[in-house]
């Protein structure tokens, strides 16, 4: 069904606030998804504060016009739809989560991250990186670890002094 050129002109202006406001777009494409899926896919990315829009690519193209980003843009392929938010990891890993649970549906094609194009590789890598939660608990575990061995050692020295 043809959209008319007001209902263009709003959605143009929504993409071109979405790509003005997001720190990460993440490019999403997705084939034979149901209703049931994009709901849980779209539930999912809102508890993460994740936002998602699915528009036409040559109104999502003219919008990026706008951001004037370093690179070149990735190859839209298939229907599309755009995951962004003010943090730089978030919509590209909750694409990538969901791309791991439904193999060929979902998929991550390209992105926007720090104003710079990336590719299918390039935003597949960034989201692999873990939540800042998980990284703090990392971090945690990595400095308390040679505390906890010396603790043990000292603790095997005192039941042998005892004994």
């Not at 606030?17 to 149901?34: A, E, G, P, Q, Y």
């Not at 990026?64 to 990891?89: F, H, V």
């Not at 549906?105 to 989201?127: C, P, Q, S, W």
């Amino acid at each position: 069904m043809a959209i008319s050129k007001d209902k263009k002109k709003q959605i143009l202006e929504k993409l071109q606030k979405i790509v003005k406001d997001s720190k990460n777009i993440s490019f999403v494409s997705f084939t034979k998804l149901t209703v049931a899926n994009a709901s849980l896919l779209r539930r999912k990315m809102r508890s993460e504060g994740v936002g998602y829009y699915v528009a036409k690519k040559t109104l999502l193209k003219k919008a990026l016009e706008a951001g004037k980003y370093q690179g070149t843009m990735p190859e839209l392929e298939g229907e599309l739809g755009i995951a962004y938010s003010q943090d730089l990891i978030a919509p590209a890993r909750e694409a990538w989560d969901f791309q791991k649970k439904l193999d060929g549906v979902v998929k991550l094609v390209g992105g926007i991250f720090d104003g710079r194009y990336m590719n299918k590789d390039e935003i597949t890598a960034i989201a692999a990186i873990p939540p800042l939660k998980t990284l703090h608990a990392q971090f945690v575990n990595l400095i308390n670890s040679p505390i906890q061995g010396f603790v043990m050692a000292l603790s095997e020295i005192s039941k042998k002094k005892t004994n």
